[in-house]
């Protein structure tokens, strides 16, 4: 005779999947659409968004626990947390392209030399356009347009080197 789960193990279960739900209920729904849920589970997800009473929501995300209780909800864990991994590699190379734009408004010139060394393909040239840019702007108090726009330089740099 095989035993069965236990009652404290489908529980456990059961509150993961509860997680699961809650989870998805943050997303918005391109990210949704690229999970690429199943319809009921998919329209309980987007009725939950709209939802503003908390016991209201709290049942509601006992109800998407359910639903995936009820089907295989390996696939879907998966491509959560392949799409965490997206959100981290994303704010990664955000602060990375920040640490390197606030490095160079710090240093200057000087600070032009080492990331050309991490990154070859960037230009110098520009790069020292752009930081004295900043600096002129910075020094009468005007709108930071060169700070972003140097930010925005970098950032496609470091994006490009990470890209397979």
């Not at 739900?21 to 987007?46: N, T, Y």
């Not at 230009?123 to 930010?151: C, F, M, V």
């Amino acid at each position: 005779m095989e035993q069965d789960t236990s009652k404290s193990q489908r529980k456990r279960e059961s509150t993961a999947l509860q997680r699961v739900g809650a989870e998805l209920i943050e997303l918005s729904k391109g990210q949704l659409d690229r999970l690429d849920l199943p319809v009921a589970v998919f329209e309980a997800v987007m009725s939950a968004q709209a939802i503003r009473q908390r016991g209201a929501l709290k049942r509601h995300v006992k109800y998407i626990g359910k639903l995936l209780r009820g089907l295989d909800s390996t696939p879907i864990c998966e491509a959560l947390d392949r799409l965490r991994n997206e959100s981290g590699q994303v704010a990664r190379l955000h602060h990375e392209a920040e640490r390197w734009r606030d490095r160079l408004l710090a240093e200057g010139e000087k600070g032009v030399s080492p990331f050309v060394a991490s990154y070859p393909e960037a230009d110098p040239q520009k790069l020292e356009q752009l930081i004295g840019n900043a600096h002129k702007e910075s020094a009468h108090g005007g709108p930071r347009r060169s700070a972003r726009a140097l930010y925005r330089y970098l950032r496609a740099y470091i994006e490009a080197s990470s890209s397979p």
